[in-house]
Nanobody, 125 residues
Framework: QVQVVESGGGLVQPGGSLRLSCAAS????????MGWFRQAPGKEREFVAH???????????DSVKGRFTISRDNPRNTVNTVYLQMNNLKPEDTAAYYC???????????????WGQGTQVTVST
């Protein structure tokens, strides 16, 4: 069983930065493709970013391109963590952010098998 835990959310002013972290347990975690998603109040959950198991391939939602960066520790490391660096944050980035493991692309988008509980990001003055 894979457990996924996010951290690093909080309150930040517009234009500020935050870095989210995602730690996952399980021997095969380092072989998983990973993703970040978010859900704002009253809206559906949406894809934010994806990184493959080795870190060699990444892609982003258009709304965060150039502002957010997804990365992960070297898969050979004992502890493997995935990060979401968020810069130039905007009020519309306010949402609960979820990390997900064992992700793949299908016709309808990116789907993942294991999910964290989420961490809140609020961008406001």
């Amino acid at each position: 069983q894979v457990q996924v835990v996010e951290s690093g959310g909080g309150l930040v002013q517009p234009g500020g930065s935050l870095r989210l972290s995602c730690a996952a347990s399980g021997r095969t975690f380092r072989t998983y493709n990973m993703g970040w998603f978010r859900q704002a109040p009253g809206k559906e959950r949406e894809f934010v970013a994806h990184i493959n198991w080795s870190g060699s391939s990444r892609y982003y939602a258009d709304s965060v391109k150039g502002r957010f960066t997804i990365s992960r520790d070297n898969p050979r490391n004992t502890v493997n963590t995935v990060y979401l660096q968020m810069n130039n944050l905007k009020p519309e980035d306010t949402a609960a952010y979820y990390c997900a493991a064992d992700c793949r692309t299908v016709d309808t988008g990116t789907v993942c098998d294991y999910w964290g509980q989420g961490t809140q990001v609020t961008v406001s003055t």
